[in-house]
């Protein structure tokens, strides 16, 4: 089993800066993948970056490249989001997902999941 925790999430300004966190225990020596999605309320949830537990290659949705940064630090077993230059249309609940395939943007492909972190982007 593995254990994820989001923490970071917040209330900014559009134009603004966040940086998300996800620590993950348990067996944690098995995962493949780690990843972040997010949901808005009343529209699925959507894929935003992902990148390899070890070798650190990363992927990210077409509509965050070169405003969000994916990063992990292996030896506290985090994984981060850097958030930058956010809209309000950024505003969604982030989820942390970790799993033991390639790196994918479908959520089914994803075994464990955090409980979620609010981020709000006020205009």
């Known amino acids: 089993q593995v254990q994820l925790v989001e923490s970071g999430g917040g209330l900014v300004q559009a134009g603004g800066s966040l940086r998300l966190s996800c620590a993950a225990s348990?067996?944690?020596?098995?995962?493949?993948?780690m990843g972040w999605f997010r949901q808005a309320p009343g529209k699925e949830r959507e894929f935003v970056a992902a990148?390899?537990?070890?070798?650190?290659?990363?992927y990210y949705a077409d509509f965050v490249k070169g405003r969000f940064t994916i990063s992990r630090d292996n030896a506290k077993n985090t994984v981060y989001l850097q958030m930058n230059s956010l809209k309000p249309e950024d505003t969604a609940v982030y989820y942390c997902?970790?799993?033991?395939?390639?790196?994918?943007?479908?959520?089914?492909?994803?075994?464990?999941w955090g409980q979620g972190t609010q981020v709000t982007v006020s205009s």
């Open positions: 990148i390899r537990w070890s070798g650190g290659n990363t």
């Open positions: 997902a970790a799993g033991f395939s390639m790196p994918t943007s479908t959520p089914t492909e994803y075994a464990y």
């Open positions: 348990g067996r944690t020596f098995s995962l493949y993948v």
